[in-house]
């Protein structure tokens, strides 16, 4: 079963900030457009409407810890790993890697619950991952979520 | 010396998304219009030329906790609360609150390193915080800062 | 009746981009948050709920001239005017100066018009502007809405 | 010579805004796109630094007119034209339209200045394009610029 999907995309100048580089927000960005492709690669839409209801996956945590910048026109690798499958929640790991060399640019996580909007109130209702779905996604081998500090050299 | 600021302000229509609420990514973004906030109250800017020299503060990592949405035209407090000041970097905690009944929306923190931008390369090269800045700048009270897990209920 | 309306506000850093000035898309948004901020001035919300219905504004074109470069922390003052209501539709005149000293930055200009979301088929349905909102905007005086092209000096 | 380009790309969820549909800013960050990547594909980026300069194409004006909603995962192909090659400028056409039927979306313009970037001053300072770069760009025939207005039926 799928617990791994990468997308690679190259940096538009309106993801740059004054600094030169890709702003810090856009990878939240990134790491979601790779979940929503991994989902796609499923068959399946993110964000579904079906027998009138709208089931999407509102956000429950994110984080990225950022190790170099980002620069226009640069190609990025977006690996995405299922970090663990829960009753309601899906979590993943992303690392950015930049395509020329490999290196390694960024390393996020997300947490998604899985949710009905109630189209008369505007509310995210949280339920259960329907099956169709769970039938799909598993979590990676923990080997692979090696979960090791990538900031050695930490600011001090 | 300051170790706290609250930015107010309303969500506009572009920072929502099809689910009708504000984008996970956008939290970020008001984040860091905080501490920009904060730096000017300071009399500082984030980002300054000075004797030929461009300092910035490149973020090295950042997260956030949410526990409800934000929707267009809502008032949103920003908190920031300085968490700890390193040698080179500066971590800051913010929680998010509706500005009609103190609601707490979301949490979430950034750790910035300070960095000199070498024009010529265009690196961010990591450097001591000035003491210009380091002088007006200085962790909050521990028993403030209260790291206690906003999502006791987490999604199972 | 009111045709005029001045938002000031200041440029945020996700706002820049590389050449260190704001990202051109970024004068659609302040012009779209003028005319919201416009909006609420008269009482309304640009995107309101009532009846089980949803009433908005979709973009039937936008436009905007380049003068002059705007930066990370200059303050902008966005003056709307109502150019001309339409049965169905309203357009809008901005212009953005500097409020330091008043230069002109740019002026555009957007055309929506009313529409009522089918929460069903998700389509946008144009709709004559209700009475409600008809009554309390006008156009503005012709002699304001200068319609004079301001790139007189148009690069060659 | 190259006088026309097309980008094909898939609509993503940050680009959506509560109406359910792509913000309307957003469709010029996708004319922005496509010619960045017309520009890559003759060989240049639209943002060079060379012989310690910094080379870019800062906008004049831009304009868009818009004739259906694009939505959440939508393919649209993005049809670059060069409409017009001056001393120091270049403006460009851009047609929108769904890959599953070919039903025209929007339809836009940018003009975009050659200008350096002196970095002691941060300026942008026009100057003539580089012969390098005019040989290799044209206008596209008048025939095909087809400067009909789009909206015949426009809101009343």
Known sequence: MPYEFKLTR???????DM????HFSNFFR??????HAFFRSLGFSIHRHSEGETIGWPRVSANCDYVRPLRFE?????????AEVRTRSIRYQFVFRKVTDGTEVARGAIAAVCAR????T?????????????????AAPSELLGL?????ASPS
């Open 122 to 138: 505007g509310r995210l209702i949280p339920l259960s991952i329907p099956d169709s779905i769970r039938e799909k996604i598993t």
């Open 148 to 152: 090791r500090p990538i900031l050695t």
């Open 10 to 16: 190259r940096v538009e100048f309106a993801e740059t």
């Open 30 to 35: 990134m790491m979601e457009s790779t979940e």
């Open 19 to 22: 600094a030169g580089i890709v």
């Open 74 to 82: 640069d190609e990025v690798e977006i690996h995405l790993l299922v």
């Open 117 to 120: 909007l109630d189209k008369t």
